[in-house]
């Protein structure tokens, strides 16, 4: 009988200041407040270059899901392993498109078999005690982003000169190649990007990355943004309803203090 595919699926936030407010004393290891709003890596979508997802991917033989979405967000996005704190499982979700050996395509049927099976992680990014003092940050700017229609790079209007998107490494290493693509006939509204204070990249964010002339890495801040970022097509009721179950859980279950002394991941 057929089975979903088992995909797990990172969801990685930080609480932190934009990069303009670096010095402001929320880097501080036990300043981290469920309250604030969360910064989210996301990475762009293979199929749909000026789409973006959460890192993500097959489940393997012997891994359990919370391995399986580390695994996933160093290759998709370049976050070092055993760096980040899984802090939860959130849910199971089936997505909405029909296997194809199931018998039925509709959806409410007892005997539809979805594609595949999403197990959502949650990650967090403590604020980093000791940032490395020689590393290169994982910044570029707005310019190198994947311009619309119109030739207007995608960055929103109100963002500021800090928010730029996170994506290619500055120290040589190769580059991504989605600002060379040519945008898609149906352009999505512009994703407000944002940033995180550069300990935080040279901490969690590998300058170089196995997809990295694959994929473009950016970040978002807050729950809006994220929803618009992330909530399109056929997934996207399954998107909506894990991130309202991850800003529950965040808002409603976590005590950051006890995760920040509990010690490193």
């Not at 998709?76 to 029909?98: C, F, I, M, V």
Request: glycine content about 4%; charged content about 25%; overall charge negative.
């Amino acid at each position: 009988m057929a089975s979903p595919r088992a995909v797990s699926v990172a969801i990685i936030f930080a609480l932190a200041p934009t990069d303009s407010d670096s010095n402001s004393t929320s880097l501080h290891p036990h300043a981290a407040d469920s309250d604030e709003e969360p910064t989210f890596l996301l990475v762009s979508s293979r199929k749909r270059k000026n789409r973006y997802v959460f890192p993500k991917g097959g489940i393997e033989y012997g891994e359990r899901p919370a391995e399986a979405a580390e695994r996933e967000a160093w290759e998709e996005a370049g976050l070092r392993q055993g760096t980040a704190k899984h802090l939860a499982h959130l849910l199971l979700l089936k997505d909405p498109s029909a296997h194809i050996l199931s018998p039925t395509k509709d959806v409410d049927s007892a005997s539809f078999v979805a594609s595949c099976q999403y197990s959502f992680e949650l990650f967090f990014l403590p604020p980093p005690p000791n940032p490395p003092a020689s590393a290169s940050p994982s910044v570029r700017t707005a310019d190198d982003r994947i311009p619309n229609s119109n030739g207007e790079v995608q960055v929103s209007g109100t963002a500021s000169s800090s928010e730029s998107s996170i994506a290619a490494p500055t120290n040589g290493a190769a580059a991504s190649n989605h600002s060379r693509l040519p945008a898609s006939d149906s352009d999505p509204p512009p994703v407000p990007v944002s940033s995180l204070p550069e300990p935080y990249l040279s901490t969690y964010l590998s300058p170089d990355w196995p997809e990295a002339a694959e994929r473009d890495r950016i970040l978002v801040r807050g729950w809006d943004a994220l929803q618009q970022a992330v909530c399109w097509g056929r997934r996207e009721d399954v998107m909506r309803t894990a991130i309202d179950e991850a800003r529950k859980w965040i808002q409603d279950e976590w005590d950051p203090s006890a995760t920040l002394e509990g010690g490193d991941a």
